[in-house]
């Protein structure tokens, strides 16, 4: 039986002109990631991500540090949603 192995982007770069973007702390995440399956012998047979930057931004450390070049099936349902819409849209006497 496979296995599913679910991440989050690292962390992005809050406060930034760009929030869609890893931090220098997001990046060296991502890589340390890629290190720690590398060292355990873990492989891919295929990836997913959203279409936000910092979704690629976190394959692209992790395959850095694996070794590997995986072409990711592009998904943009992993993307963020609006928050507040959805809030306003279950309980809308609230907004």
């Given at each position: 039986?496979?296995?599913?192995?679910?991440?989050r982007?690292?962390?992005?770069?809050?406060?930034?002109?760009?929030?869609?973007?890893?931090?220098?702390?997001?990046?060296?995440?991502?890589?340390?990631?890629?290190?720690?399956?590398?060292?355990?012998?873990?492989?891919?047979?295929?990836v997913?991500?959203?279409?936000?930057?910092?979704?690629?931004?976190?394959?692209?450390?992790?395959?850095?540090?694996?070794?590997?070049?995986?072409?990711?099936?592009?998904?943009?349902?992993?993307?963020?949603y609006?928050?507040?819409?959805?809030?306003?849209?279950?309980?809308?006497?609230?907004?």
């Open positions: 039986m496979g296995q599913l192995y679910l991440v982007h690292g962390q992005a770069s809050l406060g930034a002109t760009d929030y869609d973007q890893l931090s220098p702390l997001g990046a060296q995440q991502s890589q340390r990631l890629g290190e720690h399956w590398h060292a355990q012998g873990i492989t891919f047979d295929a997913i991500t959203g279409t936000m930057k910092r979704h690629a931004q976190t394959l692209a450390g992790i395959q850095h540090s694996m070794g590997t070049q995986l072409t990711a099936l592009v998904w943009p349902g992993l993307n963020e609006d928050a507040e819409a959805v809030i306003r849209a279950i309980q809308p006497s609230e907004w």
